[in-house]
Nanobody, 122 residues
């Protein structure tokens, strides 16, 4: 059974920091790209940051300079360090994993976590 377990969300004041984690279950045969997305009420889900298996990273403009994405391939875990948080960062944050569940599956599929709420008060 595929599981992506997110943790680290919560309520923080503007200017504060949070560290999100996303742990992928051992069901994955291989994991390629991992990413963090967020969705605020009434808005679409947008990419925050993405990291490939080789360590290449992309950030949304809103995250550059404040957020840092990383991953521990040995633990199938991804992190998002969020500093200098702003009220506009308030959203549900979702992790996304592109991976294969078996060597017999020729390509990766995308899987989503359940989301973790981040609320930044002004």
């Amino acid at each position: 059974q595929v599981q992506l377990v997110e943790s680290g969300g919560g309520l923080v004041q503007a200017g504060g920091s949070l560290r999100l984690s996303c742990a992928a279950s051992e069901s994955f045969f291989s994991i390629n790209d991992m990413g963090w997305y967020r969705q605020a009420p009434g808005k679409q889900r947008d990419l925050v940051a993405r990291i490939t298996s080789g360590g290449s990273i992309d950030y949304a403009d809103s995250a550059k300079g404040r957020f840092t994405i990383s991953r521990d391939n040995a633990k199938n875990t991804m992190y998002l360090q969020m500093n200098s948080l702003k009220p506009e960062d308030t959203a549900v944050y979702y992790c996304n994993v592109q991976g294969r569940l078996s060597a017999s599956i020729p390509r990766s599929f995308g899987y989503w976590g359940q989301g973790t709420q981040v609320t930044v008060s002004s």
